[in-house]
């Protein structure tokens, strides 16, 4: 049961369920892409309705890489280890558009590495909460599982009103 468990099974707990929270972050593309697009039309860029189709579908073949090669890399480096370098670089790499925002620096610094860190990340928290939670897979999964559903509705509402506060439509076209 989850009550009884030792101190660093609930130490990992609540580090995975921070980085679950945390990494529901990534889903606020769905509904801040058109405002990027926009930025980069008043940044001077052309994009057309189909940019931010292209520039996620950039993104998902490293991520789909990432999370294929995520255990190899735990194994072979050790997990908190990689953790902890997916956390820093999904933090830190959106940071670098305050410096450059162009369509290439942002596909890279707000899609490719975060979503590439978020992927590999993911599968080892997953399972170092298994091997501290060994009969109670299903409630610890379940636990990130709604970790990450709240993280992504308090990130989606915490960015839509940063980005688009007065809900002024986004203009494309």
């Not at 309705?49 to 190899?72: D, G, H, K, N, R």
């Not at 999904?90 to 899609?111: A, D, M």
């Amino acid at each position: 049961m989850l009550s009884i468990a030792d101190r660093d099974a609930k130490i990992t707990l609540l580090g995975a369920i921070i980085a679950k929270f945390a990494t529901g972050l990534a889903t606020t593309w769905t509904n801040s892409n058109v405002y990027f697009v926009s930025q980069l039309k008043h940044k001077g860029y052309h994009p057309t309705q189909s940019t931010y189709s292209i520039i996620f579908l950039c993104a998902l073949i490293p991520a789909s890489i990432a999370v294929l090669i995520s255990m190899p890399l735990a194994k072979y480096f050790g997990y908190k280890k990689v953790i902890r370098t997916s956390a820093l670089i999904f933090l830190l790499s959106p940071l670098v558009l305050n410096f450059t925002f162009t369509p290439e620096t942002f596909t890279i610094f707000w899609l490719v590495l975060p979503l590439s860190c978020f992927c590999i990340g993911a599968t080892p928290i997953l399972n170092c909460l298994w091997t501290q939670f060994r009969n109670n897979l299903s409630t610890a999964s379940g636990i990130l599982l709604i970790s990450f559903s709240l993280g992504t509705i308090f990130w989606n509402l915490v960015f839509m009103y940063i980005i688009n506060p007065n809900n002024v439509k986004a203009e494309i076209d």
